[in-house]
């Protein structure tokens, strides 16, 4: 393609909100034919909202939630989010604030850890819990197996090193997710996706969206190294992303590929920026470069 052509794609990529930084970004995207996709926020909306909470204690909910938000205050991720504003409804009229948090720290990919009212409290997954040795009980094993059969996601809560109870968080598909990964189909290009949730969540999730390749409590490095490993068996790979989680495997990916509502660290990892957020909007960036490229085919 000429530069005058490459500079046409680009702009015609900005008026339709897919930002694409630089010539190589427009002609890598053509030749994808693996999609590496992530769950939370890029296919699903990234606006989850806690549907159930499962106590294991007699504690009662609004304690519960106090201790669990003035933790998950201090986190960015969506979860997080989700959590502090249904805890919003528990919360005291007289006592607007979140109890104070001390020694916060967020283990990304894992979930939160901070010390509230005394207690040591850890939100998060599975394998957050191991980390710190605590023991999860059968009937929260129960709960979390029901919880990601419907495709929701359980996260535990655990106090003084025991588990308190379980918040479940669905977060629903991207409309049209189901198309765009059929049409990509069609064009042969394959789709995978990688996530950091756990494998139930992950397997109710992609038999919705009809995926069939799934990877999941990957950590942020391996997400990379999932990339690379496609890239060695002879794919171009192309990633899209939304997170902090996902920047490594953006840079890893021939074209990465941000969700524009997306963290600022994934949106500058990316080569393309998908700015209205819209899946779609991945096979109108291929769309435009083969378009853009095969001219001079
Ligand atoms: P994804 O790859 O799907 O975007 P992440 O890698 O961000 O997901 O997170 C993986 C998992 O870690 C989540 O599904 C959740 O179980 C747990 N997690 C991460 N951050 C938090 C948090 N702030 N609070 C609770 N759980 C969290
Ligand atoms: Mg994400």
Redesign the pocket.
């Known amino acids: 393609a000429t530069p005058t052509a490459v500079m046409v794609g680009t702009g015609v990529g900005a008026s339709q909100g897919v930002l694409i930084k630089g010539g190589q970004a427009l002609e890598s995207a053509h030749k994808a034919n693996c999609i590496v996709f992530?769950?939370?926020?890029t296919l699903t909306v990234g606006k989850p909202v806690v549907v159930n909470t499962r106590l294991l204690t007699n504690m009662v909910l609004q304690e519960f939630y106090e201790l669990v938000a003035a933790a998950?205050v201090n986190?960015e991720?969506p979860?997080?989010k989700a959590i502090v504003e249904y805890a919003k409804k528990f919360k005291d009229e007289e006592n607007p604030a979140w109890p104070e948090a001390q020694d916060f720290v967020s283990i990304t990919?894992?979930?939160?850890k901070a010390t509230v009212r005394n207690k040591e409290i850890i939100?998060?997954?599975k394998s957050l819990m191991s980390d710190h040795n605590v023991a999860v009980p059968t009937d929260a094993e129960d709960i979390l197996t029901e919880t990601e059969g419907m495709a929701q996601?359980g996260?535990l809560v655990s106090l003084n090193g025991e588990v308190a109870g379980i918040i479940a968080v669905s977060d629903p598909l991207k409309t049209g997710a189901q198309e765009v990964i059929s049409i990509l189909k069609s064009m042969n290009i394959k789709s995978i996706m990688v996530?950091?949730?756990?494998w139930g969540t992950a397997n109710s999730i992609a038999r919705e969206v009809g995926l069939e390749e799934v990877i999941a409590e990957a950590k942020p490095e391996q997400k990379a190294e999932k990339v690379k490993a496609l890239q060695a068996s002879g794919y171009t790979v192309a990633m899209v992303g939304d997170?902090i989680?996902d920047s490594p495997a953006l840079v890893a990916a021939d074209v990465g590929m941000a969700i524009g509502a997306g963290t600022d660290i994934a949106i500058e990892a990316a080569d393309i920026v998908l700015m209205k957020s819209n899946l779609e909007d991945v096979i109108t960036a291929i769309d435009l470069s083969r378009k853009t490229f095969s001219r001079i085919r």
């Open positions: 992530d769950k939370t926020g998950e986190s991720h979860l997080a990919g894992h979930g939160v939100v998060g997954n996601t996260i996530t950091g949730d756990n997170g989680n």
